[in-house]
């Protein structure tokens, strides 16, 4: 897609702190971190949320999240980490590419 940020990372054409890419996902340094280790994972594929799921997307994303599982030690979170994904304008999504947030590097609190 045209004009997205997510897009142009995915395609190279803007550098990314990338810590693993295959065919299908990317995974890279968050730019403004909020926790001391912040990684974004994103499919290639443009789409914006899990609204926009089929079987194939499904299956994608169930592919990037057993690859995060596998390779977050060797990322420096294997004490734990938490992943988050927001969806839409209230829950704060700023980039309409769908992506997953890896959060750790430190000891986090779920506020209320
Ligand atoms: P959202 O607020 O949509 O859930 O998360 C978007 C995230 O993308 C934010 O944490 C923001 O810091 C990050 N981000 C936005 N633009 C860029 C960029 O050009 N490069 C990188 N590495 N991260 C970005
Ligand atoms: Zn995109």
Redesign the pocket.
């Known amino acids: 897609m045209e004009n997205c940020?997510f897009c142009k990372?995915a395609k190279g054409e803007?550098p990314?702190?990338k810590v693993y890419e295959d065919d299908e996902i990317l995974v890279?340094?968050?730019?403004?971190p909020l926790t001391k280790i912040h990684l974004?994972c994103i499919p290639k594929e443009h789409f914006k949320t899990v609204a926009e799921l089929d079987d194939a997307r499904a299956a994608l994303l169930g592919r990037a999240l057993k690859k995060i599982g596998k390779l977050a030690p060797s990322w420096g979170l294997e004490n734990g980490y938490r992943l988050v994904m927001?969806q839409g304008e209230e829950a704060?999504?700023?980039?309409p590419h769908l992506?997953i947030?890896i959060l750790g590097g430190e000891r986090l609190r779920w506020e209320k």
């Open positions: 940020v990372i803007i990314s702190g890279f340094k968050d730019i403004e974004l927001n704060g999504q700023s980039v992506h947030h």
